[in-house]
């Protein structure tokens, strides 16, 4: 170990480290495995997706919904996997748009257009996310009141729901990570106990054979429906990709969230495909069933009634959780456009005391509580508004992922690392998301709902040409893709240690 | 060493082959000095590009090396004083225990 000696003898000089990180002004490597796994999986929101989503993947994939959420669960682990490539060697707090502006670079004309759609995308995807999520919180929580006989909750009441949930949120995005790092864990573990409880009970309940074999009466809808049920099962899984945010606030960001990514897509897929093959296995099909409410004759069926409001509950959680985890991650890819100059600077402005992304927060969070309170308040077309919310961010979260998965092999070649597998890997899920994309939007425009695809074009194809005509005419364009780069204290050869030579 | 510093070190690795490669390549970058690329290591060690990538970054994620800003270039880790020092640290144990020779003071 010669070298390595001379070189702690006599430390090299390393240029190019600064005393802060870009970074600077997070709770730094405050959190741990734990609550990015609980940043993941609640943006994820499983207990909430496998209540709503298993009926509607069965509709369109037929006896093949088992096969859907496969394909799903294998596109994302391949996503996961691509995302994984860039997770491990910077830490962020943009998320996927800090991976693809590095990848893409910040000069010309068409890099900085990738990766700001990337990063618009994004924005676009969490809001719509935390929207719908803070709505579906208080729906549930309106059939958990009308289950023990307290009335259907009149829309102002709902709105108000919302709105106190939205003002927890923003509460405990102000304070500080480690408190709503530690809220988002409670409430999602909750979640998914309710859930696996569930699961649990009903598999006692069915005969295995059944479960396995799974499939409803409607007869094979064929590999166009195995597709479609492809495409809504991995509109589920968005968001298991958000522990990225985290990359400043974790400690050993580089080794713990790829993994904390990996066993989300892997976690949330088990669930998924239980509660799905367990709904089929106990018969139940969409003519039997009014939407939303799939897992009453199931839990009926197999004798717990009364999990049918602790599945409510459940479900409620979970889109709470869901929430807070939508907009811890926006607020900071927000946070980091701030500190580019993508957006005014202000947004990127940290609390000194809370170490919390403060304007960021204070930008997006009411914004984001206002929209579905209002929307519940006025009673009228919720679920056509909720719908087209989500087809919006469905669409901006495949786009994010897409261009994530061709910005993966730039990126390795930019930095000499490029191998066979990862460069395979992402080369496979560009192309069967570029696919889901296209079917999904072809899907919908074929039932006439094409609303979602033109709001997210507006909103994001308008946002990055703004942004790029501005970085035209406007001032030297900052360098895109800010990380947080080791400070001189990391590297051997930074200022000398306190204590001085000679240990 | 104190079990503390045994798990303070890090290197997880499953085979003691891999451990022997993480060192040649930390001592590799030393001997290089700081900037060299993934693709300069694996091809000084002979090693594959795969296996080197995948050493570099796990001796990343313990901070034994960290990146250079631009990401393509490695240079040491603070980290790397407490393991040269762990090993200055265990030599003179080995000294006093060979019967052939008499206990002496510390160098």
Known sequence: MKALQDAVARPPQVGGFADTSPLHGLARRSLGPTDALAQSVAAAAPTAAAVTMPMLVAEAAGRGAGSAIVAAALLVLLVGYTIGQFARRMGAAGSLYSYAARAFGGSGMLGPAAALATGFSLLLGYACVAMFALAGSALYLADVLAYFGLGPLPGWAAAGVVVVLGACCLWLLLRGIGLSARALLLTESAAVLVLLAALAVVLTQLPAADVVRAGPDAGNQGLGGIASGAVLALSAFVGFESATVLGVETRRPLRTIPRVIAWSAAGTSVLYLLATQLQLAAGITADTAPTGRAWDPVLRTAGVPGLIPALDLGAALSFAACSLACMTALARVLLTMGREGVVPAWFGRAHPRFLTPFNAVLATVPPVTLVPAVLLAAGTGTWGSMNRIIGTAATAYVAAYLLTCIAAPVFLRRIGELTFWPGAAAVTAALALAAALVAYRVVLAGQGRHAGGWIYLVLVGGSVAWCLWRRRRGAAPADLGLYDVPTREAVLGGPAAPGGSGR | ?107
């Open chain 2, 1 to 107: 060493m104190s079990q503390e510093q045994f798990d303070d070190v890090g290197l997880r690795a499953r085979q003691p082959k891999a451990v022997q490669s993480a060192l040649a390549v930390l001592e590799e970058v030393a001997r290089c000095g700081p900037g060299v690329t993934g693709m300069e290591v694996s091809r000084n060690l002979g090693l594959p590009k795969a296996t080197t990538y995948r050493l570099l970054n796990l001796l990343v994620e313990d901070e034994y090396l960290v990146r250079m800003p631009d990401l393509s270039g490695f240079a040491l880790g603070r980290k790397v004083e407490m393991l040269v020092r762990l090993a200055a640290d265990a030599r003179p144990l080995q000294v006093r225990n060979r019967p052939d020779r008499q206990p002496s003071t510390r160098p």
